[in-house]
């Protein structure tokens, strides 16, 4: 067997230099598990909105191949897909679209200054729990109507899970009474349901509520989908606020820009997501054979769309692997085509307010011990940071 010495170790902690390794060598490459994998930027921008892929939550035939967690979340995948259209994915994209959110900026200001008073006693702190956690999770909280007296206690129980939301989309899942701290979630999303069906407010879980008949007492669906909406909100926030504190660190023009601008902040999120990506890839299904740089691709193939590789390709991007926040890039960190991400908007406003609140209590920061990365799946971002701080007692 010929072994490359040329090709550098994947590392969980720093993946980009063995994507810089296949980008370079392999364009397409063919992974052991069979799949395609696409590290191009241009060739994933066109693969991620060609008509012959289709999106793998959308696609039967890989159904025999998935785990019942992961075939629970193709199913409400699919039922998000674009093409059906059914009333709850407009009312999604409606109350998330940048035309229509509606989001309390000083509100979630005031949230991230709450936990970060809270925290300014001491001078260590794990930020993925102690902050990002909160913070994120207190903002989807808002945007699906849970009330405000029960975020701070289902938080609680999140933080529990250990961020493991993707099993509970699986409804089997839910009847295992062992497990505690997933039944008081599901239970808890229960209510939220029952609450909005009484009382409906402004918020996403009414708005889908409105257009889902019901379900004669069988909300499985509601809830799975509830279960998604939750992860994608948050989870990837959670991930964005770890991975840019990472990249962040020691770069003290950056943090005092970010510090000082609310609006430069949240034109930051974009640069920072392409630079470290809380979703790292993008699974499609060939319907038929495309040919890619000469090499065939044939029907029924898994393409794995590297968005991490492609956000650091040199062809697109000058110097790709510097953090430049004054740059606009046109990332593909939210997807492309149809499947685009509907948070986006949210995203760069929580992201961009959770970071101004946190520089602006801090003087400066420092890792204080090696950081854990989380490795679930295609998600990226750090389980635990722990950070000296120097806190800025005048503020
Ligand atoms: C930095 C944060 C975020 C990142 C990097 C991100 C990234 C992505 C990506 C790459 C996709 C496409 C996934 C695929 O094609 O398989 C996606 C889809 C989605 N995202 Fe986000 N997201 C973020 C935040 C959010 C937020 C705050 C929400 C709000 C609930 C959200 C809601 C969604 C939904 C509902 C979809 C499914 C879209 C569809 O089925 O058409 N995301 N996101």
Known sequence: MIINANEPQYSIADPYPWYKWVQQEKPIFRTPEGMWMITGYEDAMLLLSDPRCSHWGQDSQIFQYLSPVEKAIAQTLHALAPGHTPAFRKQIMHQLAARTLQVDEDEMKQQADEILTGLR?????????????PFTFGTICRV???????????????????????????EKSWENGEDEPKKIFIDTLRRLIG?????????????????????????????????????????????????????????????SMLR?????????????????????????????????????????SQLLISIG????????????????????????????????????????????IGLHRFFAYL???????????????????????????????EK
């Open 309 to 352: 590789a492609a956000n650091r390709d040199p062809a697109k991007f000058e110097n790709p692997d510097q953090l430049i926040l004054g740059r606009r890039p046109n990332h593909l960190g939210f997807g492309a085509g149809a499947f685009r991400c509907i948070g986006a908007r949210l995203a760069q406003i929580q992201g961009g």
């Open 260 to 300: 000082e601008s609310l609006p430069l902040a949240i034109t930051s999120v974009d640069e920072l997501i392409r630079y470290d990506s809380p979703l790292q890839s993008v699974l499609l299904i060939t319907q038929e054979a495309i040919n890619l740089h000469g090499t065939t691709i044939p029907a029924g």
């Open 195 to 255: 609450l909005k069906r009484q009382k409906p407010g402004k918020d996403l879980c009414s708005a889908i509520l409105a257009v889902v008949p019901d379900g004669n007492g069988d909300d499985s669906f509601i809830i799975s989908l509830m279960v998604l909406l939750f992860y994608a909100g948050h989870q990837n926030m959670m991930n964005f606020m770890g991975n840019a504190l990472i990249a962040l660190q020691g770069r003290v023009e950056d943090q």
């Open 144 to 170: 699906m109507g849970v009330p405000q007296e029960e975020v701070s206690a289902f938080s609680k129980i999140v933080s529990g899970l250990k961020g493991g939301y993707l099993s509970f989309v699986d």
């Open 121 to 133: 006693s001491s001078t260590r702190i794990e930020f993925m729990n102690d902050y990002a956690h």
């Open 363 to 393: 003087n400066s920061y420092a890792i204080a011990d090696h950081v854990s990365w989380s490795h679930f799946s295609v998600q990226r971002g750090p389980s635990s940071i722990l950070l000296d701080i120097n806190w800025n007692h």
